[in-house]
């Protein structure tokens, strides 16, 4: 049984390892300059004669295309497991009526579907890790650079959170099989089915994985996102949140309040502010640098009254998630793989 769920799967393993390779190759031809490139940056700046506080690591603008293909890959790999592993394991057998030899030889039913789930289900998750395993080694640099792996963007391409995805991708393309007993649909449904858990789980779940830590900031260092006048209205045109960054961690939320919590509006920018409003009754602009020194001037006065409070998951909590989302997935699948043998055999 295991020799012969290997020759049916002969070839889209021969073409995932392969690719798989050819990506190895790639990495592991250009990973060691995108090292060096952060490796000699990060020397300069501890020159103390080199000021290096508000540059931009090099590294970051260094071999985009891959920085954006990269991600892209690991994030759409559970998927195509799940559509070309999973969906055709058992639909394809059903589709083409081959399932009534098979099912009638001395192999059990649930022997026949354990084999086959085990055998490509490690397959799945063998190539997920391994994928993941090769690109985060070659982002090291980037993410040293960035320090957001924690962001929803970028989480998703890291650590162990992938295995799970793969696990999952793959069950609901054989639980999808197994109920439509048809391939093409199965394979949508599992596109499908993949995207709405991704979504579900970043967007409710993961943040309420573990309580968030609030964190004032005065508004001084933090500033404002945008604060221009409005010579028409004397008002303030656009007013945005503070965008904070806390290193390797995940920043769910930003607001300016005051002392009593308070959301700070634009009528108190206004009155916090009079100058702006002098402004629209002169009708005319400042120049560019005296703009600059008003609103200096305008964060000044504001930080008296308001600060910045940051919502955020800090990064030591990064790897605690990891485990929490692979384990979330890898529970889903063992239900999928278990509705899709209840239903085999009640059938």
Avoid at 37 to 53: D, E, I
Avoid at 90 to 100: D, P
Avoid at 215 to 241: F, H, I, M, N, Y
Wanted: net charge positive; hydrophobic share 50%.
């Amino acid at each position: 049984m295991i020799r012969l769920t290997l020759r049916q799967f002969r070839t889209e393993s021969v073409i995932t390892f392969g690719l798989l390779a050819v990506l190895g190759v790639v990495l592991a031809v250009t990973g060691p300059h995108l090292a060096n490139v952060n490796n000699a940056f990060q020397n300069a700046c501890s020159n103390p004669a080199v000021l290096c506080t508000k540059a931009t690591n090099p590294v970051v603008s260094t071999d985009l295309s891959l920085q954006g293909a990269l991600p892209f890959v690991v994030t759409i790999a559970p998927a195509l497991i799940g559509i070309f592993f999973g969906a055709p394991l058992v639909a394809r057998e059903l589709e083409a009526g081959t399932f009534r030899l098979a099912w009638t030889q001395s192999v059990t039913r649930r022997r026949w579907l354990a084999v086959k789930l085990g055998l490509i289900g490690v397959a799945s998750m063998a190539v997920a890790g391994l994928l993941t395993w090769m690109v985060d080694w070659w982002a090291s640099p980037l993410d040293a650079a960035n320090k957001n792996r924690f962001d929803p963007g970028a989480f998703g391409w890291h650590g162990v959170a992938p295995i799970g995805y793969a696990a999952f991708a793959f069950a609901l393309g054989v639980t999808a099989g197994v109920l439509l007993r048809r391939t093409v649909p199965a394979m949508a449904v599992t596109l499908v089915g993949f995207v709405a858990a991704r979504l579900a789980v970043q967007h409710w779940i993961r943040p309420n994985l573990a309580a968030p830590l609030h964190e004032s900031v005065s508004l001084s260092s933090s500033g404002l996102g945008v604060l221009s006048a409005s010579v028409a209205t004397g008002t303030v045109a656009s007013l945005a949140p503070p965008q904070v960054n806390v290193s390797n961690g995940w920043v769910l939320s930003t607001a300016v309040v005051d002392r009593s919590s308070h959301a700070m509006t634009t009528q108190a920018v206004v009155h916090a502010c009079p100058t702006y409003g002098q402004i629209a009754n002169t009708n005319v602009l400042p120049s560019p640098a005296e703009m600059h020194s008003i609103h200096d001037a305008c964060i000044t006065k504001l930080s008296e009254i308001f600060h910045t409070v940051v919502t955020y998951q800090p990064a030591s909590r990064f790897w605690p998630f990891q485990w929490a989302e692979m384990g979330i997935f890898l529970a889903a699948a063992l239900a999928l793989c278990g509705i899709a043998h209840w239903w085999l055999r009640r059938q």
